[in-house]
């Protein structure tokens, strides 16, 4: 007679074999006899999820560890179950328990680094980062995991270290082609545009006519001025299933002088499944504007529903954009600002195309208008950012711009940008694009070793595409930084009484800044309140006549300060101390942060980083640390480098 020891034998026979059905009946029989067997009913749980039933596999493998608690690997398919449904943050808590069973479990050291990857956010990479360390430390043979871990270096900027480990990944696997591509896309990001296209054309060799692969090469051949041959990359990508190529190859159309091509292609953008909407939407949009075609274009985007998507209305806002951008181009911006005043969204180019109608808007009451100046003479050195207005929102642009500036004036060439909400809110004077010059993708890691001095290889008459940020903001450069980003005179009204309304109420002004929001989303790092009121209990009795003033994305978060009496742009404004600034609120509450006694900033928010930086008359600035769950003083500018 068989023993259910012997029975299970021949069921995980089976299960190796593939042969699924005959495995879970063989389960089933055994846990008749002996219910409580662990191993039978882990072992059934990952049958069923072989044949396609992850719900029952769930409720076996969790029925085996109620009995059995200690079954490692049994908290490791758990996890892996609990990943393929998508329960992210669950299945990270089954793969950290299995650890704490069996320290040495490579499959979970590796499952967890793979899916703090996919959930992705600053808070996750670094651990990401140590977690596939460690199996590289238990297998240094694991090709896979050098791979990926070259992948979330680059995600945190780690070049060098991100090209290390995709060499070791070929080091151990000359053919693999993966690694050959992310080493392409390193390059790219280092400048080296030539040795990106070598690294993709090796890729391809070994794994022909790769949609990935295509479209890279596209944006390298691309960063080399070889648009011609970036356009094939891009078709075959497209014709490869990469619909994100689709706006790629319009764009380089466009920058051809193929002008009906990059309109048919990029309507084609708008109907294709899976492919970037949005930026197909802010190209043919900007396209028929440089055609004059304004009408066409309102009534195209007035009825334009995307085929692919739930809802009729997915781009809706991506479509008013447009709409309003072309009243904006037409000088209407009363009917432009009109068409986005109850519009609600976190869209770089809704943000900038919003914001410049108001700005403009505020202007035409006054009989007035933004006006832009021309390079008086393009022969010169140049560069420009053309995208500087697509990426993030306000702070982001401005800390783009900071850098670009900084790189331009070290090397003698002259700035030209596109329209952006800075140019426009700052006392600033660049002149608008002349055209003409090839573009420069993923720049912001050369751009910052030309500007600190780590390199000396410059580049002019280039196109330098976001995103881009300064990893640094020395002392040396604080005074030209603050003297470039001063509010236009004309702007003085509507933002200069919020301060003064706080110091009518007080002799120091505190502000915070709270963010929540898109933060939730994306998995920044939360300020908790109840760091910044255990700080105020202690700091409130030392200053004189304080009063503290919120700027948040979150009202709710107001509350938890009562005991300090706070005050917001709201309260002010249903006071009647000032008026609301329609549409320009951020601008408002900006103000106040960027002239404030006493500065406390949100955790990885630009925007208070920005105001910080911009402050001239904060005696303490201050800042939360999440790891120790306090506050902490701080300075926006670090001490200068000697030595790059």
Same mark, same amino acid.
């Given at each position: ?8 034998q021949?069921?995980v026979?089976?299960h190796?074999a593939?042969r699924?059905?005959?495995?879970r009946a ?6 008749e #006899?002996d ?8 072992l ?17 493998i969790?029925n085996?560890?109620?009995?059995l ?13 609990l ?9 990270v808590a089954a ?9 040495e479990l490579?499959?979970a050291?590796?499952?967890l680094?793979?899916?703090?990857c996919?959930?992705g956010?600053p808070?996750?990479w670094g ?7 460690r /199996?590289l ?7 896979a ?16 270290e991100a090209?290390?480990?995709?060499r070791l990944?070929?080091s151990?696997?000359?053919?693999f082609?993966?690694?050959c591509?992310?080493l ?5 990001e280092?400048?080296d545009?030539d040795?990106?296209?070598a ?25 080399a ?22 706006p790629r190859?319009?764009h ?14 990029l ?12 930026g ?5 949009s ?10 066409e ?7 334009y529903r ?7 209305d997915?781009f ?6 447009a ?8 000088g ?6 009109a068409?986005l005043d109850e519009?609600q969204?976190?869209?770089s180019?809704?943000?900038t ?6 700005l403009?808007?505020?202007?035409a009451?006054?009989g007035r208008?933004?006006?832009r100046?021309?390079?008086p003479?393009?022969s ?6 053309s995208?500087l207005?697509?990426?993030?929102r306000?702070?982001?642009?401005v800390?783009e711009? /900071? $850098?670009?500036?900084?790189?331009a004036?070290k090397f003698g ?6 329209d ?7 006392d ?10 090839k573009p ?9 070793d030309?500007?600190?001095?780590r ?5 002019r008459?280039?196109?330098?595409l ?5 990893f ?5 450069w604080?005074e030209r930084?603050?003297?470039?980003l ?5 702007w003085?009204p509507?933002v ?5 309304a706080l110091?009518a109420?007080g002799n120091? #002004? ?11 989303w994306f ?8 760091w910044? #009121? ?8 030392t ?8 700027a ?8 938890d300060f009562?005991?300090f009496?706070p005050?917001?742009?709201?309260? $002010?404004?249903k ?12 601008l408002q509450?900006?103000?106040? $942060?960027m002239?404030?006694?006493?500065l406390g900033v949100?955790?990885q ?22 790891a120790?769950q306090?506050i ?6 670090t001490a ?5």
């Amino acid at each position: 007679m068989t023993t259910v020891a012997e029975a299970l034998q021949i069921a995980v026979g089976y299960h190796r074999a593939d042969r699924f059905d005959e495995a879970r009946a063989l389960y089933l029989r055994i846990l008749e #006899v002996d219910p409580r067997n662990a191993h039978a009913m882990h072992l059934l749980g990952l049958a069923e999820r072989r044949l396609g039933r992850p719900d029952k596999a769930l409720e076996m493998i969790r029925n085996a560890l109620d009995i059995l608690p200690g079954m490692a690997d049994a908290c490791y398919n758990l996890g892996s179950t609990l990943a393929a449904l998508g329960r992210i943050d669950e299945a990270v808590a089954a793969h950290r328990r299995a650890l704490v069973l069996a320290p040495e479990l490579e499959d979970a050291y590796n499952a967890l680094a793979a899916l703090l990857c996919d959930r992705g956010g600053p808070r996750d990479w670094g651990m990401a980062i140590l977690t596939f360390r460690r /199996v590289l430390r238990l297998n240094p043979n694991r090709i896979a995991a050098y791979h990926d871990l070259g992948i979330v270096l680059r995600q945190t900027g780690a070049l060098k270290e991100a090209q290390t480990s995709q060499r070791l990944a070929l080091s151990l696997q000359p053919d693999f082609g993966g690694a050959c591509a992310n080493l392409g896309n390193i390059r790219i990001e280092m400048g080296d545009a030539d040795g990106a296209m070598a690294c993709f054309r090796r890729s391809l060799l070994l794994e022909p006519e790769q949609g990935g692969v295509l479209y890279n090469q596209g944006n390298a051949q691309h960063a080399a001025g070889l648009v011609e041959a970036a356009v094939e990359s891009y078709a075959r990508a497209a014709r490869a299933g990469i619909t994100l190529a689709l706006p790629r190859l319009g764009h380089a159309l466009t920058e051809l002088g193929r002008l009906a091509e990059a309109e048919q292609v990029l309507r084609a953008a708008l109907f294709s499944p899976d492919g970037d909407v949005p930026g197909a939407i802010d190209l043919l949009s900007t396209l028929l504007i440089r055609q004059g075609r304004l009408e066409e274009l309102r009534r195209f985007f007035a009825e334009y529903r995307y085929p692919h998507a739930a809802s009729p209305d997915a781009f809706r806002i991506d479509c008013l954009t447009a709409i309003a951008e072309s009243w904006v181009a037409a000088g209407d911006w009363e009917r432009a600002a009109a068409l986005l005043d109850e519009v609600q969204w976190h869209g770089s180019r809704f943000f900038t195309v919003k914001s410049i109608a108001c700005l403009g808007r505020t202007l035409a009451r006054q009989g007035r208008r933004l006006e832009r100046r021309e390079n008086p003479d393009p022969s010169q050195p140049r560069i420009c950012s053309s995208t500087l207005a697509t990426h993030g929102r306000f702070a982001h642009n401005v800390l783009e711009y /900071v $850098l670009l500036r900084l790189y331009a004036e070290k090397f003698g060439y002259r700035l030209e940008t596109p329209d952006w909400v800075g140019g426009c809110y700052f006392d600033l004077d660049d002149p608008k694009p002349s055209g003409g010059l090839k573009p420069l993708s993923y720049g912001r890691h050369m751009l910052n070793d030309l500007v600190t001095g780590r390199r000396d290889d410059p580049r002019r008459n280039v196109d330098i595409l976001s995103p881009l940020f300064l990893f640094e903001h020395r002392e040396e450069w604080r005074e030209r930084v603050q003297s470039w980003l001063r509010p236009r005179p004309e702007w003085l009204p509507h933002v200069d009484p919020v301060v003064q309304a706080l110091k009518a109420r007080g002799n120091t #002004v505190v502000a915070l800044h709270i963010r929540r929001g898109d933060f939730v989303w994306f998995r920044y790092t939360i300020t908790e309140t109840s760091w910044y #009121v255990d700080w105020l209990k202690a700091l409130w009795p030392t200053l004189d006549r304080p009063v503290l003033y919120i700027a948040t994305d979150d009202p709710a978060t107001i509350a938890d300060f009562a005991e300090f009496a706070p005050v917001s742009l709201n309260h $002010l404004v249903k006071d009647g101390a000032v008026q609301p600034w329609t549409g320009l609120e951020f601008l408002q509450d900006f103000h106040v $942060l960027m002239n404030a006694d006493v500065l406390g900033v949100s955790a990885q928010s630009g925007y208070s980083q920005l105001a910080a930086l911009l402050n001239r008359n904060a005696g303490l600035f201050v800042e939360p640390d999440a790891a120790a769950q306090r506050i902490r003083p701080y300075s926006p500018w670090t001490a200068s480098s000697k030595t790059p």
